[in-house]
């Protein structure tokens, strides 16, 4: 069992960086892919970026490569979405999971996390 909590949301202004980080207790966190999802109301679940479990590969949306950079600290259990040149378009709530592999399928991860709200105001 891993359980995982984000944290970093908030009201930002178009242009602005935002960090989020999401921080797993539990089962070895090393052994896990980690990615970020985002959603909207009546939307569906929205890849945003993933990395494997050395960190040595990543993964990113069409919509957020170059803007957004995934990152993980495997010595302090926790995983990270530094997000630039934010935009309203980015607002939704973002949540993390775990997974065996990164996959842009919401089905394949077996951990989430509870979200954190993101609202970019322009």
């Known amino acids: 069992q891993v359980q995982l909590v984000e944290s970093g949301g908030g009201l930002v202004q178009a242009g602005d960086s935002l960090r989020l980080s999401c921080a797993a207790s539990g089962r070895s966190f090393s052994g896990y892919a980690m990615a970020w999802f985002r959603q909207t109301p009546g939307k569906e679940r929205e890849f945003v970026a993933g990395?494997?479990?050395?960190?040595?590969?990543?993964y990113y949306a069409d919509s957020v490569k170059g803007r957004f950079t995934i990152s993980r600290n495997n010595a302090k259990n926790t995983v990270y979405l530094q997000m630039s040149s934010l935009n309203a378009e980015d607002t939704a709530v973002y949540s993390c999971?775990?997974?065996?592999?990164?996959?842009?399928?919401?089905?394949?991860?077996?951990?989430w996390g509870q979200g954190t709200q993101v609202t970019v105001s322009s």
């Open positions: 990395i494997n479990s050395s960190g040595g590969s990543t």
């Open positions: 999971a775990a997974g065996w592999r990164v996959r842009e399928s919401h089905s394949a991860y077996n951990y």
